[in-house]
């Protein structure tokens, strides 16, 4: 009796641990599966957003750049033509001038001193050709009644015209006087700009040997360059069509202020250098050019139709050469070779690679590569 109750205790012990041990199992499953059903989902693979712009059709212009060098039309040095001294500088060193505008005054005491001696001379052959003149009237009287001989006649009349050729001469010296008088100041031949003086106030100059000043011409103004021969055919097409337009660009501009044309080309190429001088005349109203100063040309030589433009930043270079990154199929990258043409502000011509609508990338080009997921950005409107 004894032994039935230990084995009947034993059971109900074991039954009872048996049915602890399934219930803290299914409390384990539960809290497992209550963590599983918490957790976040897995991020998606990030994708780089890109600026793009579509490749548009359009008509550029054809230029042909050269380095040039400005000239003057006329540069001259100024000196007197009569001497004398220098009394006065009526125009400031550097000055802008007009023609005709007085520059230098020479002392005009000499000057005028034999202008009014000639004028005297000139009085005084002018009452002796008076009387000579109404001597032979009374000659020519006194010839024909008879009171008079040939020889005398002969005389009066000789005398006339001494008289007269003195008077010419005399006059012909007033004349000179007056020039001279005049050289006494000098004027601005031309409109220009006035350089550094050379003499100053109270210097004895003479003739052809006293440098003054030199004035320069600034409008318009020469640009002179040299093509190189192979540049020669295309130019001589355009200027054959109509006159060439020539833009100046001085150092650090993009954009040029001044134009002008093409107006002359050498009759010989250098052989030396496989180049010709050719030469275009240039507006400088507000004398922005000045004589020998380094600029660069452009030459509109013609108009390119249907030209594949995109932004020059959109260019990529490696080893096999300037690429661009296209947006492809299913907004991935997709890298395409392309040859390039002419410029047109920020945007490059495309002969070959690309077509006509397709979305170049334009920006972040250095945090993508061929294959690449992408999300392109919208278009901003073209300016």
């Given at each position: 009796?004894?032994?039935?109750?230990?084995?009947?205790?034993?059971?109900?012990?074991?039954?009872?641990?048996?049915?602890?041990?399934?219930?803290?199992?299914?409390?384990?499953?539960?809290?497992?599966?209550?963590?599983?059903?918490?957790?976040?989902?897995?991020?998606?693979?990030?994708?780089?957003?890109?600026?793009?712009?579509?490749?548009?059709?359009?008509?550029?212009?054809?230029?042909?750049?050269?380095?040039?060098?400005?000239?003057?039309?006329?540069?001259?040095?100024?000196?007197?033509?009569?001497?004398?001294?220098?009394?006065?500088?009526?125009?400031?060193?550097?000055?802008?001038?007009?023609?005709?505008?007085?520059l230098y005054k020479i002392s005009p005491?000499?000057?005028?001193?034999?202008?009014?001696?000639?004028?005297?001379?000139?009085?005084?052959?002018?009452?002796?050709?008076?009387?000579?003149?109404?001597?032979?009237?009374?000659?020519?009287?006194?010839?024909?009644?008879?009171?008079?001989?040939?020889?005398?006649?002969?005389?009066?009349?000789?005398?006339?015209?001494?008289?007269?050729?003195?008077?010419?001469?005399?006059?012909?010296?007033?004349?000179?006087?007056?020039?001279?008088?005049?050289?006494?100041?000098?004027?601005?031949?031309?409109?220009?700009?006035?350089?550094?003086?050379?003499?100053?106030?109270?210097?004895?100059?003479?003739?052809?040997?006293?440098?003054?000043?030199?004035?320069?011409?600034?409008?318009?103004?020469?640009?002179?360059?040299?093509?190189?021969?192979?540049?020669?055919?295309?130019?001589?097409?355009?200027?054959?069509?109509?006159?060439?337009?020539?833009?100046?660009?001085?150092?650090?501009?993009?954009?040029?202020?001044?134009?002008?044309?093409?107006?002359?080309?050498?009759?010989?190429?250098?052989?030396?250098?496989?180049?010709?001088?050719?030469?275009?005349?240039?507006?400088?109203?507000?004398?922005?050019?000045?004589?020998?100063?380094?600029?660069?040309?452009?030459?509109?030589?013609?108009?390119?139709?249907?030209?594949?433009?995109?932004?020059?930043?959109?260019?990529?270079?490696?080893?096999?050469?300037?690429?661009?990154?296209?947006?492809?199929?299913?907004?991935?990258?997709?890298?395409?070779?392309?040859?390039?043409?002419?410029?047109?502000?920020?945007?490059?011509?495309?002969?070959?690679?690309?077509?006509?609508?397709?979305?170049?990338?334009?920006?972040?080009?250095?945090?993508?590569?061929?294959?690449?997921?992408?999300?392109?950005?919208?278009?901003?409107?073209?300016t």
């Open positions: 009796m004894r032994k039935w109750k230990i084995a009947l205790g034993t059971a109900v012990a074991l039954g009872a641990i048996s049915v602890a041990s399934v219930h803290l199992l299914d409390m384990g499953n539960l809290s497992l599966n209550a963590g599983t059903a918490g957790a976040a989902p897995a991020p998606a693979a990030f994708v780089m957003p890109v600026p793009v712009a579509s490749v548009v059709k359009k008509t550029i212009p054809i230029y042909l750049d050269y380095a040039a060098r400005t000239e003057p039309i006329r540069s001259i040095t100024l000196q007197a033509r009569v001497p004398g001294y220098l009394q006065e500088q009526t125009a400031q060193d550097g000055a802008d001038v007009r023609q005709g505008d007085t005491d000499d000057f005028q001193a034999a202008l009014d001696q000639a004028k005297a001379q000139v009085q005084r052959d002018t009452a002796t050709l008076d009387y000579a003149r109404s001597n032979l009237g009374r000659g020519t009287e006194l010839a024909k009644s008879g009171y008079l001989d040939k020889d005398s006649f002969d005389q009066r009349t000789s005398t006339l015209r001494e008289a007269q050729a003195s008077l010419a001469l005399n006059q012909a010296a007033v004349r000179t006087a007056e020039l001279n008088l005049s050289y006494a100041e000098i004027h601005a031949p031309f409109p220009g700009r006035l350089g550094r003086n050379q003499a100053s106030v109270g210097t004895l100059v003479s003739v052809a040997g006293t440098v003054l000043n030199t004035l320069v011409q600034l409008d318009p103004i020469y640009v002179t360059f040299n093509p190189s021969e192979t540049d020669l055919a295309q130019i001589e097409e355009a200027r054959a069509a109509g006159p060439i337009e020539v833009e100046v660009l001085l150092p650090g501009e993009t954009e040029a202020h001044q134009k002008g044309e093409l107006t002359f080309i050498d009759n010989t190429i250098d052989h030396s250098t496989g180049t010709i001088t050719t030469r275009a005349t240039i507006g400088n109203a507000k004398f922005t050019l000045l004589p020998g100063q380094y600029v660069r040309v452009r030459l509109h030589v013609k108009q390119q139709p249907d030209a594949l433009m995109v932004p020059q930043v959109a260019l990529g270079s490696s080893q096999l050469g300037k690429y661009l990154y296209v947006v492809g199929k299913g907004n991935t990258v997709d890298q395409r070779l392309v040859s390039l043409g002419p410029t047109s502000g920020d945007m490059v011509a495309i002969l070959s690679g690309v077509a006509e609508g397709d979305q170049v990338i334009t920006g972040n080009l250095q945090k993508i590569g061929p294959g690449m997921p992408i999300s392109p950005l919208p278009q901003k409107p073209a």
